[in-house]
């Protein structure tokens, strides 16, 4: 083991316990490194050293996303993508073949991460090592060679009507989670854009979002949102400027955590198996194909970028092939 491997392990296994750490920490991390290994002093003269510049791309390529505009969670995933692969894999980036990729791959299987996880570590390195042959830090891209993983296609169901009415008659009583449950029905945003919507954020009928990279759009409430919302802003006492606050006082933004719990809570009240936020963002996709609207208006209300993405949430609407066939057949 060479000095540059001893420390980059030694790093490794400290940045896995966060952003800060003990002495004792740092010393357990050095014994557990030198385990099997023995020490002898050797000559320093006449050697050059081969200088570690893992850590160092790691950190240029985070800087990037972060310039482009990924959130703080987005950066978070690849960096700990990063430092999974760098534990695993005890080469510089220039040496990394696609067996290297592969092994990982395969590491994180034996781990138990899904063929969705797994692709999602497969994206994650493909665009570090895109960048870095971009940027002339190493000649070839070893990811070239790893296909995309296959997954099961399976289609994702909404809730239907009747597990829609039963949701509601479960939240009355509960105006957070009407208006919570209502917004989300009719804007289909996502449950971290709902999170971070502010009181200025409404206007009227419509709610500005920022989603993924930033990106700002209109969603729309129908009536039944805008006074679900309405109710629920004019019963609270507080003057947090959030849109929706947690339970417990003093009341602030409430979490993502906590949204999803409050709304895993109410599917249990209901008895509405799988409740989950993403959900209700599938059933108002396809609440507005089954009733006519355009796809490209529905990639526009959901902040897609690409067709392809909403084109998913198009094949779970399945029943307008349905209506059309019994019109035309």
């Not at 005890?90 to 696609?98: G, L, T």
């Not at 009507?161 to 989670?177: K, N």
């Not at 959030?242 to 006082?249: E, F, N, P, Q």
């Amino acid at each position: 083991m060479t000095h540059n491997e001893l420390a980059d392990e030694i790093c490794l296994r400290l940045r896995s316990r966060g952003e800060s750490f003990t002495l004792d920490d740092v010393r357990d991390a050095v014994h557990i490194c030198l385990k099997n290994v023995q020490l002898v002093e050797e000559s320093m003269e006449l050697v050059t050293v081969d200088q570690d510049r893992r850590g160092f791309l790691m950190s240029r390529f985070l800087a990037c996303k972060t310039v482009e505009g990924c959130s703080t969670k987005t950066i978070e995933f690849y960096r700990r993508t990063l430092v999974d692969f760098m534990g695993c894999t005890q080469k510089q980036f220039d040496e990394v073949k696609a067996d290297d990729v592969r092994y990982f791959l395969a590491c994180c299987a034996k781990r138990g991460a899904g063929k969705t996880t797994m692709d999602n570590y497969r994206r994650n390195l493909a665009s570090f090592f895109k960048w870095a042959t971009v940027n002339e830090w190493i000649q070839k891209n070893p990811l070239l060679q790893i296909k995309a993983i296959k997954q099961d296609k399976r289609v994702k169901r909404p809730f239907s009507d009747v597990e829609v009415e039963m949701l509601r008659v479960a939240a009355q009583g509960d105006l957070r989670t009407t208006a919570i449950i209502e917004v989300l029905l009719s804007t289909g945003m996502r449950v971290g854009e709902l999170q971070k919507c502010s009181r200025d954020s409404l206007r009227g009928d419509e709610i500005t979002v920022f989603g993924k990279g930033a990106k700002e759009r209109v969603c729309y409430l129908n009536a039944r949102a805008a006074v679900a919302l309405d109710l629920y802003l004019k019963a609270r006492e507080d003057d947090d400027p959030a849109l929706i606050v947690g339970d417990r006082r003093p009341h602030r933004r409430i979490s993502n955590g906590a949204l999803e719990r409050a709304i895993h809570a109410l599917g249990e009240k209901a008895d509405v198996p799988d409740c989950h936020p993403h959900r209700f963002r599938r059933t108002a996709a396809t609440t507005a194909l089954n009733r006519g609207m355009p796809l490209d208006q529905v990639q526009q209300l959901l902040g897609h970028e690409s067709m392809q993405t909403t084109l998913i949430y198009a094949k779970a609407a399945d029943t307008i092939v349905k209506q059309q066939h019994k019109r035309l057949m």
